[in-house]
């Protein structure tokens, strides 16, 4: 069973390796964002982190009310509810967030005649930095 996980998952990146060689020689320039900046500076990051914080205190607040109230046994399922949907709206902000920067990197990418726009790890050397671009737009 570990042979054929092990051979699937060299296959892939054999095809993800074709995938990638295959645009080398393109006309397109690459772009590249430096994410830990983005996060650092934007002030929409910002935004995105105080509404998941404001979520989670208000429901710590109802958790608080309820555990006057219930017994032991609801209050844990109360907890175990409350942290879930901490969880579901956390991954929801961050959907949210990411969709945002896709659309506004689409945009940054057609006014620099950009081809493709990756994280700055990515690229090994040269490439057009549209990092402060980012950050200008999510202001």
Known sequence: MKRIGKRLAAVLCM???????????????????DMSRVQKEAPAVQQ????IEEKGKSLDAELQQAQQ??????????????????????????????????????????????GIIVYKEVVPNGGVDVTDDLIAKLQ
């Open 69 to 114: 109230s219930m017994s032991a046994e609801d209050f844990q399922k109360k907890q175990q509810q409350a942290l879930q949907e901490k969880q579901i709206y956390a991954a929801s902000m961050q959907r949210q967030f990411m969709t945002d920067i896709q659309s506004k990197l689409g945009d940054i990418a057609k006014d620099k005649n950009v």
């Open 48 to 51: 995105y982190q105080q509404k």
């Open 15 to 33: 095809i993800a390796a074709v995938a990638v060689l295959s645009g080398c020689g393109s006309e397109d320039k690459v772009g590249y964002v």
